[in-house]
């Protein structure tokens, strides 16, 4: 049959926890855990510096190694691939480690989204409960589960939230190859869905926002498993529901963007379905678990965002790749030549294969969001980030690719070729992954790979650790709040730097960026009542009303050349009810509601 050409035998049951078939892909556990942390130590070790070229070869030589013990043995069709994705995955590790080795940040430092990761995963320090990175009483809007688990890692350790970023970062990118391989041996055999894992984590290549990176990888089979018709039938209702409220609680934008195509996919299953009230049931069931596992970030939100409203600014930012082009299959690389083959895969092989069908649903219903979403946003500026769907389609196109070539092999009876063609993908990624990691602004770098994007290595060593030069004066803002408010004391802030609240847990009045905030902040309204805060004049009255705007007190100011943004306080403003701190560096002053 043409679906024995990917997948594994048919069984009777799969149920994702126990069963003897999961016995093979779940050493990719163990050996990711065991090679992750030799790689640790090795780089503790060594201590490389990756702005050198030595040091940046240093993970390089280490995959070379395991290439040379690991693939004439794993990547026998045969064998037992698990072992090769776990090598892999701690390999990764390894390489994103090295390549971090001397900053206590993880990827961008402190700059853009990952200063607003950093600042969430601290407030997860001071609540355990939904809240903004900022603005604390309000229910978080970006998914929280991330950011939670290294507030409350932080919590337990002892270790500063900021610091654990990097290896959240680490982990969750190398830990999503194994998920995502151990859902795809779900559905086809180990060595594609090896290939698929390995082709998929450099599509998606970026590992600052390692949430999505995991979200990505594991969607596609996972929609196959809770929605589609795959040869050995789907997961069960409740650990699809589970998976998917895990998933939503990560990141659920690629939810949000792939909508058309799972609702294609299910549509698809459901015309198709011998019974289709049971397949009806089962959604539903899916649908309610994913609901429950989620509810301590959805229901906050939605219930907040119903009786109180909002104001949607964070999808007005343009982003460069809103003029991107849409179709990564026609790079002329070997990436894009993997993808072009997975499109023509899923159009060609849609009768034939169980997997084409579905994917075109996805591919196509990407591109139908990403296409609605354009088109409203020449009317009201609002993206929806569609320009994310590029991140969604990469991996979705190679993973078409893999099980293209796949099926086409064992068709024209070049099984034979099989093993050397994963061996070949597979140095490959690796290559491919370690010139990612790089830090991509120095000089060696620079000559050799002129046009790499950039990944933000770099600014990760770039910026400074409290106490250095050109750093916030974190510290003495502390001690000086601290001094006047008491030990512990946690403020609610009006800040000129995000940077702060990913140092401290303190409320936040406003954040910095206006098209990141959360929607339920009414950034717009808080701003205004800033504007008008700047414009009392009398230091009492001054005193009176930064005590009681319509948000709520401001208690604490720390502002650049009397600066927040545009809005531009007085220093006689400050002149009653205020102790004013203004000798420390970089313009910053700070005000102290006494």
């Not at 600042?119 to 229910?139: G, L, M, N």
Request: with cysteine; glycine share 8%; aromatic share 12%.
């Amino acid at each position: 049959m043409t679906t024995s050409v990917v997948a594994p035998p048919r069984l009777k049951s799969i149920s994702p926890l126990a069963h003897p078939s999961y016995r093979g892909p779940l050493l990719a556990v163990p050996v990711w855990l065991a090679t992750t942390a030799a790689g640790f130590a090795l780089v503790g070790y060594a201590d490389p510096d990756p702005f050198t070229v030595r040091g940046a070869v240093l993970s390089l030589a280490v995959f070379g190694l395991l290439a040379m013990v690991a693939l004439p043995v794993g990547l026998r069709l045969r064998g037992n691939c698990a072992v090769v994705c776990g090598l892999f995955a701690g390999w990764l590790a390894t390489a994103l480690r090295a390549a971090l080795n001397g900053t206590p940040y993880g990827f961008a430092g402190l700059y853009g989204d990952m200063g607003r990761i950093a600042a969430a995963a601290t407030r997860y320090t001071a609540t355990p409960w939904s809240a903004d990175a900022f603005v604390e009483e309000v229910p978080a809007e970006y998914p929280m589960l991330y950011p939670w688990l290294i507030g409350r890692a932080s919590v337990l350790s002892g270790v500063p939230a900021w610091r654990l970023v990097a290896e959240a970062e680490i982990l969750t990118v190398s830990g999503a190859v194994v998920a995502a391989f151990l859902l795809w041996t779900r559905l086809v055999r180990a060595p594609i869905a090896l290939g698929i894992v390995v082709a998929g984590v450099v599509a998606f290549g970026d590992p600052r926002k390692a949430f999505g990176v995991l979200t990505v990888l594991m969607l596609t089979p996972w929609v196959l498993l809770a929605f589609g018709t795959p040869p050995r039938g789907r997961l069960q209702w409740w650990a699809a529901g589970l998976i998917g409220g895990l998933m939503v609680m990560t990141y659920q934008g690629y939810l949000m963007y792939g909508a058309p195509g799972i609702l294609a996919v299910a549509a698809l299953a459901w015309w198709r379905s011998g019974s289709r009230r049971a397949y009806v049931l089962h959604v539903l069931g899916v649908l309610a678990v994913a609901f429950a596992v989620s509810a301590c970030y959805v229901v906050p939100y939605a219930w907040a965002y119903v009786t109180a409203g909002g104001q949607q600014v964070a999808d007005l930012y343009i982003a460069p790749d809103l003029a991107a082009s849409p179709f990564p299959f026609l790079q002329p690389t070997p990436l894009g030549l993997l993808q072009f083959a997975g499109l023509a895969g899923t159009v060609f092989y849609r009768r034939s294969t169980w997997w084409a069908a579905p994917l075109l649903c996805l591919i196509a219903g990407a591109y139908v969001y990403r296409v609605l979403m354009m088109t409203r946003f020449v009317i009201d500026g609002h993206t929806g980030f569609y320009h994310y769907t590029s991140r969604l389609l990469g991996p979705l196109l190679a993973a078409a690719g893999v099980l293209a070539v796949a099926t086409m092999l064992r068709r024209k009876g070049w099984s034979r070729y099989a093993a050397a063609a994963l061996s070949v993908l597979v140095l490959w990624a690796g290559v491919s992954y370690w010139r990612i990691s790089l830090p991509e602004d120095t000089s060696p770098w620079r000559e050799v790979w002129p046009s790499r994007e950039h990944y933000r290595t770099a600014q990760a060593h770039r910026e400074p650790v409290p106490g250095e030069k050109g750093a916030l004066p974190v510290a003495r803002i502390e001690r000086a709040v601290e001094r006047a408010m008491g030990p512990g004391a946690r403020p609610r802030v009006l800040a000129f730097d995000e940077r702060l609240y990913a140092f401290l847990p303190w409320r936040g009045y406003l954040a910095v960026d206006r098209t990141s905030a959360n929607t339920l902040s009414f950034w717009d309204d808080r701003r205004a009542e800033l504007a008008r805060l700047a414009e009392v004049t009398d230091p009492a009255g001054f005193t009176r009303a930064s005590a009681a705007t319509a948000f709520g007190p401001i208690d604490v100011f720390v502002l650049k050349s009397w600066r927040w943004r545009d809005i531009r306080f007085r220093p006689a403003q400050f002149s009653h009810g205020f102790e004013v701190v203004d000798d420390l560096p970089d313009h910053t002053v700070l005000l102290i509601r006494e």
